[in-house]
């Protein structure tokens, strides 16, 4: 009705947006035309919001409690390595396999005392397959990293009692198990000293972390001496790092394979002593 | 009369000659056609907001009660023994049905991968119960011979725990499942038992 009342003042039609005309100005009916064509495209433009709004409403939230969940999956699953059993004998790792268990962690304090503040490979080993039964049910997408990291030692500085990482190899997937111990590189220190920032930002998508203390006992002379050491356990979304001929695809990852050693069932492979 | 309707007559005549007009109703119909357009296009995706909004908030609000319910069954990751994971299921409060288990091989869990995003999604958007089914039948839940409380399914090997009172045989879930969407959760925990402490999972279905 706008238009008519312009058309009767002898007025060009023009629509409310006065040039922004889609036709002519000689055109007849044009002004309420353009009016209603931007009518409706502001009504799309809302209409299109909306929707984007609505389908997406909750996914923030939904992805939160995911997060949420793989946490509570990985300090459940450090508790539990906390807690479990493994078989006294030293080339058993199944519980079901041996009538003779005792705790894990009861067996690494024992095992730390006895040879002198430094773990055993055997025991090292132990703890990994322990952890790997564990994982088993994420073992497929999961890449993890275990560590008991003493802060200050008996001499006054941190170390690294034991590490283990679980890690994808290229094209068919596998897994390759590296243990390492007090000898390690420092940059292994330094992921587990919570300078992890290096590592993940190339590394860690998806990462979920737990950590946990433990109290040993280590022998000074005649006395016993009691140092309370940080466990960790590091989980991050698997990728491939190592590629099908066992180097690591990224070679600032190489310290890992120089520091530590390859760890297959019955065999442990190192390039240097661990 | 006449002459006030000659003039009304002559009126329209210079009117229609003049640019810009081509009737009462040439003039306006073809701009209600977009803005009828508009007006459905508003109005649907405001029905539709609201229904997809209701939806959700619903499922939301059962998804954060399946996690509340799974993290209190959790408790500290360790049970004592059967008993212990008896009475921490049977004080659970909540209104929504759950099932709660222990299983010992959770290889069997296939393609259902519990730490997979997309697993969520695709439960949140609703599609085809078949995407989601779980294949519990294929579960071993993890029960000892010695345990009273597993003398009811001694044939079976798996102890779990329901509030639902359909609820007979974990084998049935996918029967209940059928009309429901499932929420599930999988956590490494300890059971205590006269055998040793071992690794087992804890795995909690609400719907």
């Not at chain 1, 560590?147 to 679980?166: H, L, R, S």
């Not at chain 2, 810009?20 to 119909?29: C, E, K, N």
């Not at chain 2, 319910?69 to 959790?74: A, Y």
């Not at chain 2, 969520?120 to 345990?147: A, H, K, L, W």
């Amino acid at each position: 009705m706008a238009s008519k009342k312009i058309n009767q003042k002898g007025q060009n039609p023009k629509g409310i947006f006065g040039q922004l005309t889609l036709f002519g100005e000689n055109q007849k009916g044009q002004a309420a035309v353009t009016d209603a064509l931007f009518f409706l495209t502001i009504v799309a433009v809302v209409s299109v919001l909306m929707f984007t709004n609505a389908m997406s409403y909750g996914k923030s939230l939904i992805d939160t409690s995911v997060e949420y969940y793989e946490n509570t999956y990985v300090i459940s699953a450090l508790k539990t390595l906390y807690a479990v059993s493994s078989p006294l004998e030293p080339d058993k790792y199944n519980v079901f396999d041996s009538s003779y268990n005792d705790s894990l962690f009861t067996m690494l304090k024992k095992d730390y005392y006895v040879h002198n503040a430094i773990l055993s490979n055997e025991m090292k080993i132990k703890v990994m397959e322990s952890l790997k039964e564990i994982m088993t049910p994420v073992n497929k997408n999961k890449n993890y990293l275990f560590y008991i990291y003493n802060p200050k030692n008996i001499k006054g500085f941190d170390e690294i009692i034991m590490a283990g990482f679980v890690m994808n190899q290229e094209e068919n997937d596998e897994k390759i198990t590296y243990i390492c111990g007090t000898n390690s590189d420092p940059q292994i220190k330094n992921i587990a000293m919570g300078d992890i920032s290096y590592y993940l930002s190339r590394h860690l998508l998806g990462q979920r972390f737990a950590e946990g203390r433990l109290s040993l006992l280590e022998k000074q002379g005649l006395d016993s001496t009691l140092v309370i050491v940080n466990t960790g356990l590091l989980v991050w979304t698997a990728v491939p790092d190592i590629d099908k001929y066992g180097d690591f695809l990224d070679p600032n990852l190489e310290f890992i394979k120089t520091s530590c050693c390859e760890y297959t069932p019955g065999t442990l492979k190192c390039e240097i002593s661990p | 009369m006449f002459i006030v309707f000659q003039k009304k007559i002559k009126q329209i005549k210079n009117l229609s000659q003049k640019k810009g007009f081509i009737g009462a109703i040439g003039d306006d119909l073809p701009s209600l056609v977009p803005i009828f357009f508009s007006l459905l296009i508003f109005f649907g995706t405001l029905a539709f907001v609201f229904v997809t909004l209701g939806d959700r908030n619903a499922y939301l609000e059962k998804y954060f009660e399946s996690i509340s319910i799974s993290k209190e069954v959790l408790g500290s990751s360790f049970y004592s023994g059967y008993v212990d994971f008896d009475q921490k299921v049977k004080t659970v409060n909540t209104t929504e049905k759950f099932a709660a288990g222990l299983i010992y091989n959770p290889d069997l869990l296939g393609q259902y991968n519990l730490f997979d995003k997309d697993y969520f999604i695709q439960s949140f958007d609703n599609i085809g119960m078949e995407e989601y089914r779980i294949p519990v039948s294929d579960f071993d839940f993890f029960c000892t011979t010695d345990n009273s409380i597993c003398n009811s399914n001694s044939d079976k090997n798996y102890f779990v725990y329901s509030n639902d009172p359909d609820f007979q045989n974990v084998f049935e879930l996918y029967l209940i499942f059928k009309n429901e969407q499932p929420q599930s959760y999988l956590y490494p925990v300890v059971l205590s038992t006269n055998d040793g402490v071992f690794n087992v999972y804890l795995y909690v279905i609400v719907w």
